[in-house]
């Protein structure tokens, strides 16, 4: 997977783009480990990346969800044995 950020939060630490393989456009958000930090993709639709990128503020709440772990569902990788918490 090549993920491309099209647009950076460096305020509130999170982007949006699009995955190039598939088309696919996501928000993500960094998080660490004890040995690493990465970052977790979610999945989001064309309508909402617009949305997002014509005003990254709207994104502020989908954002708190996947922070809270309640967007899972979405993510475009399965989080690994040693999950990360958000930073």
Do not use: T
């Amino acid at each position: 997977m090549i993920f491309k950020d099209k647009k950076i939060n460096k305020e509130h630490r999170f982007s949006i783009g699009v995955e190039e393989m598939s088309g696919k456009y996501f928000v993500s958000i960094p998080v660490s480990n004890s040995y690493v930090d990465y970052e977790e993709y979610y999945e989001i639709d064309e309508s909402q990346f617009q949305l997002f990128y014509q005003n990254m503020e709207l994104a502020l709440s989908f954002v708190k969800l996947c922070r809270e772990r309640k967007k899972d569902h979405l993510l475009l990788q399965p989080p690994g044995d040693l999950r990360g918490e958000p930073m």
